[in-house]
């Protein structure tokens, strides 16, 4: 039973190392994609003025479903171009790697959202939900840390920029001359959207010089 557990583990980071590359070309278009929808999210809840503890967690869940499935989208379609399978081992580590964080950041905010009510106005009215995106920020960083073990280096680092930024405006708190519904849908928009952006078109471009050479 070990040595079949020990032989599939080093089969699956062979794999893995094989793919690295593989992994970097996936990674842009979803991360370019997940940007793209965390930018207008992001511009459309604070143009709605989304600001009630529910109305806000049911927006950006439901914003989280569509980042999801257009991403499972992606990444099947990759795995259909390159002739793989989609539930692979290595996919199965990088999902469970993911899990967990990912999994309590969807329990607070069900908490959250039967806790805080429907009341309307800023988000700091009820229970300090306004820190609810720091702790999704947070949580995401530490799943993507988690995934990194699975995946090409630079992952790690993403991750932690996530968790370092998050804790740092954690510590800074909210200035009094922000509203809370514009610093809200304004760390989502950051972290969710420009942070995903900006490391799609970093990876887009260092693969394209890569396979010029």
Known sequence: MESNWAAEHLQVIRTLMERSALYRRAL????????????????????????????FILFWGAVSVVALTGSFLLVRRQAIK????????????????????????????????????????NLSDLSGVIWLPLLWVMLYGCAFHAAGFFMPRGMKIFGWVFVVGGCGLFAAGVPDWIRPLDCAHGIMGLFFGGLHFAYGVYLYFTERRRHEM
């Open 28 to 55: 842009a278009p979803i991360m370019i994609f997940n940007g793209v929808v965390g930018l207008a999210a992001a511009g459309l809840g604070w143009a709605l003025k989304v600001g009630s503890p529910h109305a």
């Open 82 to 121: 390159e002739s793989e399978p989609f539930w692979s081992p290595p996919t199965r580590r990088v999902s469970q790697a993911f899990l967990p964080p990912l999994a309590a950041g969807l329990m607070i905010g069900i908490v959250a959202w039967a806790k805080g009510g429907a009341a309307p106005g």
